[in-house]
């Protein structure tokens, strides 16, 4: 186990001697005369990691949430089948006019700028390694490639059923709770249309998933200025647990997604949610949408922050392939079925438990 000096570990496990005392990026990059990362932050020799691409301009989907809302079916329906193209064909695409002010966006960002900055013992109030922590403030580790430290801090936050959040910076709680709600909203509404997309009532996942009390969270990222962005990782290869994710971030770029076996660049239209489907939509669709790997590089030349909000099913939900879609397509499930909460205690386990879910027909 990690001794009670170096608490910045996000699975159990011992702590490299490299970083025992330096327990943040943001602490690391503070030091004076940084010039390189220490060896355990180094990632370049990962054989899967490969350079990214940027896609045409007019090939990334943008889904207009507008016309989703909109009174005229044929442009719902219209937009319904663009959905269903974009979470078939990329796992991402962009939400715009969604109706989530501008402001809003900025407060939480700025806020979040605000909370890294607080002194260290304060945010160390909220440091823990049990991802059951409603409040949890740390730094991102492997435990898997050589106790690899990863560029990035985190503020991870459980929102709904149950709102938690840090009581600081002051006046911060009621803006992320605003901007939870209104997203939780938006992402409801997208579930109404991906529901219709796969053919299912419009109220299928909303019931089925039972979002009344749906696992939300807050996720904030900081991704620090580092002097070899080549050679660290601000977050690996990864999918999000969830049904969809909401991404915002503060306009510096650094996100790149898996697309047809290549990697992307991805840089969100100013004000627009990045919305990406998760290992739950999958299950749900019995693949027909697929949870896609993503993660997060480094730059050295600016600081950057993003939010993520993934909403998922009810810890107690348990989820497997919608029956009414396997009797339509004439097609046997893909998935077993397994309860949300048990799907995450086995990840923080370290098993891989997608691949251990899916069976060889997906
Ligand atoms: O920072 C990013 O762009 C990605 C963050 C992410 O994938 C996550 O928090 O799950
Ligand atoms: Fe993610």
């Known amino acids: 186990m990690a001794p009670a000096t170096s608490p910045f570990v996000e699975n159990p496990t011992e702590t490299p001697p490299q ?18 990362i220490p060896s355990n932050y180094s990632y370049s020799s990962n ?48 939400l715009v006019n969604h109706g ?48 690899f430290f990863f560029w990035r801090d985190f503020l991870k936050c459980y929102v709904h059923p149950q709102f938690n959040f840090p009581n600081k910076p002051k006046g911060f709680s009621e803006v992320v709770q605003e901007y939870t709600k209104r997203s939780r909203e938006v992402i ?49 290869a990864h999918t999000d ?21 290549e990697w992307f660049n991805v840089h969100p239209l100013p004000n627009s949610f990045l919305v990406n489907t998760g290992d739950h939509l999958e299950i749900l669709s019995n693949g027909r949408y697929k949870s896609i790997k993503h993660r997060a590089v480094v730059n050295n030349k600016a600081t950057r922050i993003s939010i993520a909000s993934p909403l998922g099913p009810s810890l107690d939900t348990v989820v497997s392939p919608a029956p009414e879609l396997m009797e339509r397509e004439n097609r046997p499930a893909a998935y077993l079925p397994m309860k949300y909460k048990d799907f995450m205690d086995r990840q923080v386990e370290g098993k891989p438990v997608f691949d251990s879910v899916r069976l060889p027909v997906a």
């Open 19 to 36: 970083v025992s005392k330096r327990v943040t990026v943001q602490a690391l990059v503070e030091s004076p005369g940084l010039v390189s």
């Open 47 to 94: 054989p899967n990691e490969s350079a990214a691409s940027n896609p045409d301009e007019d090939t990334f989907p943008i889904i207009d949430f507008s016309l989703l809302t909109s009174a005229d079916p044929n442009q719902r329906s219209k937009t319904i089948q663009d959905l269903d193209r974009a979470c078939r064909e990329w796992g991402f695409f962009m």
């Open 100 to 147: 989530v002010s501008k402001s809003l966006m900025k407060e939480v960002l700025e806020g979040c700028n605000e909370f890294f900055n607080l002194p260290m013992e304060e945010k160390m109030e909220f440091e823990g390694k049990d991802i059951w922590k409603p409040i949890r403030f740390g730094t991102g580790v492997d435990v898997k490639v050589e106790k």
């Open 188 to 236: 409801k509404e997208l579930l109404k249309g991906v529901s219709e997309s796969l053919g299912l009532e419009e109220s299928y996942i909303e019931k089925a998933m039972n979002l009344d009390s749906g696992l939300q969270i807050f996720a904030a990222n900081l991704y620090p200025v580092c002097p070899q962005p080549e050679t660290a990782m601000g977050i690996p």
């Open 241 to 261: 647990h969830g049904l969809l994710t909401f991404l915002i971030e503060n306009d510096i770029g650094g996100l790149q997604i898996q697309h047809n076996g």
